[in-house]
């Protein structure tokens, strides 16, 4: 799972730096609640996004729906904070959310040099999760999922089942980078 938040940059440029901190604070608190929340292990925090996994480092039966679950999470939370805001008078928080399904390179402490080591998944699986985020900017959606992770929902469950009913699907997908295309399903910005 990738998580981008729009608008960060225009934000970096024109707000102080203690305002941009105390965002960033506020946004990466909402989020990584709802991964750990939901099962998922907080891969690292990346500027205005983060990255977390499900099945990591054990894998369970549930982790497809968790991911699905821990994403409409996020939006839920988002949308508490904007209505907050919006109180404010601070403009709203947007994120866009890719998700896919696969085998990834778990790796702990090889990343990096000697100086600073650390755990993290790399893989197809991480990238394509990383194009989907970028993807829903462009299918004006919220969240971004694969065909993979939609077969990966089993038919018997429930939670899983009822949440693949909030997503409409946005065909056969470009990936930039990658050769094959993709089928893609989204959840579209209300």
Known sequence: ??????????????????????FLR???????????????TLDKYLGDGLMATFGTPQPSENDVS?????????????????RDRNVEGLPPV?????????????????IGNRRRLEYSVIGDTVNVASRLEKLSRKLNASLAVSDLLIEAISP????????????????VQDLRGRRG??????????
């Open 94 to 110: 947007r994120i866009g959310i890719g998700i896919h399904f696969g085998p990834v390179i778990s790796i702990s402490g090889d």
């Open 66 to 82: 968790n991911a699905l679950r821990c994403a409409f999470d996020m939006l839920e939370a988002l949308s508490i904070w904007n």
């Open 1 to 22: 799972m990738r998580i981008g938040e729009t608008g960060f940059t225009t934000m970096c440029e024109s707000d102080a730096p203690g305002d941009v901190v105390d």
């Open 181 to 190: 295309k993709i089928g893609v399903w989204i959840y579209p910005l209300k």
């Open 156 to 171: 018997t469950d429930k939670v899983g089942q009822s949440l693949i009913k909030r997503l409409v699907p946005a065909g």
């Open 26 to 40: 506020g946004y990466h608190d909402r989020l990584g609640k709802a991964v750990f929340e939901n099962g998922g």
